[in-house]
């Protein structure tokens, strides 16, 4: 069974900023697409942003547009998500998922509070 051990959140100020880290047991080249998602109470689970393994590519959702940067490294076969210019509706649990053909997997989720 393949595992996604997540790392990095926690409480920030607004303003601040947090690394995010996904490291995966799955081998990369297994993988097509690596994303980051975000759930808060009451809310359907909000796509963050993806990364595409073949080309490259990003794709991220409006709220975080020029705040949010997602990367790999491939030797480490490990995912970030660089948060900068935090708001409070950050707040939220964040999970890592990574899809190959026939199957998705999924971190344990870690949440991320952003207050003063």
């Known amino acids: 069974q393949v595992q996604l051990v997540e790392s990095g959140g926690g409480l920030v100020q607004p303003g601040g900023s947090l690394r995010l880290s996904c490291a995966a047991s799955v081998s990369r080249f297994r993988i097509t697409l690596m994303s980051w998602l975000r759930q808060t109470p009451g809310r359907s689970r909000e796509l963050v942003a993806s990364?595409?393994?073949?080309?490259?590519?990003?794709n991220y959702g409006d709220s975080v547009k020029g705040r949010f940067t997602i990367s790999r490294d491939g030797p480490e076969n490990t995912l970030y998500l660089q948060m900068n210019s935090l708001k409070p509706e950050d707040k939220a649990v964040y999970y890592c998922k990574l899809s190959t053909q026939t199957r998705e997997y999924w971190g344990q989720g870690i949440p991320v509070t952003v207050s003063s």
């Open positions: 990364l595409v393994v073949s080309s490259g590519g990003h």
